[in-house]
């Protein structure tokens, strides 16, 4: 394994969020605006790619270009022609 792998979704080095559960203040997989806001937040850092089922059911990616998009982190980088939904989506989206 190699250690730089970063977390597919905050994009922080696992070798540093590893220090910082040593440390008992972990790193928590998230996003800040500007202001310091939280945007988003995920309850756990992800390293493994997504499989096909994560990127059909839960990005709308059609199966034939799942290979594109095994780590993407936001359903805004997954092209229009790509998606079987009308709007961007996230992974706990809505699903028929
Ligand atoms: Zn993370």
């Given at each position: 394994m190699a250690d730089d792998m970063r977390c597919l979704?905050?994009?922080?080095s696992q070798a540093a969020i590893r220090a910082t559960q040593r440390l008992r203040e972990p790193l928590h997989c998230g996003a800040v605006d500007y202001f310091g806001e939280a945007e988003w937040t995920a309850e756990r850092h992800r390293f493994r790619d997504w499989t096909d089922r994560e990127l059909i059911?839960?990005?709308?990616?059609k199966p034939e270009f799942v290979g594109l998009y095994?780590?993407?982190?936001?359903?805004?980088?997954?092209a229009d022609e790509h998606s079987a939904r009308p709007a961007p989506a996230t992974p706990e989206g809505e699903q028929k």
């Open positions: 979704q905050c994009n922080e059911d839960g990005f709308g990616v095994r780590r993407v982190m936001s359903g805004y980088e997954i």
